[in-house]
């Protein structure tokens, strides 16, 4: 079975600031990682995916995340926060080879100081 | 492409009436899955289908909901009746060809408020 856990509900950080919102998943097969942004009255929006290639992966507005399979992490970063970033940042997983449907994780709301 | 369409994004309703919520998916997409959002219990999946079947309901929370999708362009999810605690934001998501590496596509969601 699958499972993710995102540490902190909230994340505080001043403009100009690194940002880090941490992310550990339980999988018994090699999973896909996704990382989703919403935004205050959207629906999610893609920031990044794993999906077996390169550990560290790039994705949009400056922000990386990079597997870590001896630790079952997937912590999300970005080297300067920006006033934009605020958003609620949601981790999910899907199983290779399982049900494929993806299990999110309560999301982390980063707010961002000026 | 417009992207998942949903409708409306903003309904109040009575307890004990009837609501339908509507979705238009991304064209071509093959996966359709309708979420609940909410502070107490997160983003729940509450139902998907695969080229317009069915495919795992178990999410729904009881009889009271029930979905369709009568074409590849249009689900819905009705709730009948409506009580207060159904009071969340919904929301539709397609992907194309899921297999584990397609990310979901999610429409701006549907507030209700049931009062």
């Known amino acids: 079975a699958q499972s993710v856990t995102q540490l902190g509900s909230h994340v505080s950080v001043s403009e100009g600031a690194l940002v880090l919102l941490r992310c550990n998943y339980s999988?018994?097969?090699?999973?896909?990682l996704f990382w989703y942004v919403q935004y205050p009255n959207q629906g999610l929006q893609l920031l990044l995916k794993?999906?077996?290639?390169?550990?560290l992966v790039k994705g949009i507005n400056g922000f990386e995340a990079e597997f870590k399979k001896s630790e079952t992490s997937f912590h999300l970063t970005k080297p300067s926060a920006h006033m934009s970033d605020a958003a609620e940042y949601f981790c999910?997983?899907?199983?290779?080879?399982?049900?494929?449907?993806?299990?999110f994780g309560r999301g982390t709301s980063l707010i961002v100081h000026p | 492409d417009a992207g998942v369409i949903q409708s409306p994004r903003h309904e109040v309703t009575e307890m004990g009436q009837e609501v339908t919520l509507r979705c238009k998916p991304i064209?071509?997409?093959?996966?359709l899955f309708w979420y609940r959002q909410t502070m107490m219990r997160g983003l729940e999946l509450l139902i998907y289908?695969?080229?317009?079947?069915?495919?795992?309901d178990s999410g729904m929370p009881e009889d009271r909901f029930s979905a369709k999708m009568p074409n590849a362009s249009f689900s819905t999810l009705k709730i009948q009746p409506s009580e207060p605690r159904d009071s969340a934001v919904y929301f539709c998501?397609?992907?194309?060809?899921?297999?584990?590496?397609?990310?979901?596509?999610f429409g701006n969601g549907t507030r209700l408020t049931v009062t």
């Open positions: 289908f695969n080229n317009n079947v069915p495919i795992d």
């Open positions: 998501a397609s992907s194309l060809r899921f297999l584990g590496n397609s990310p979901l596509h």
């Open positions: 064209s071509g997409h093959d996966y």
């Open positions: 999910a997983v899907s199983e290779s080879g399982g049900s494929y449907i993806p299990t």
């Open positions: 794993y999906t077996s290639a390169a550990t």
């Open positions: 999988s018994s097969v090699p999973p896909y």
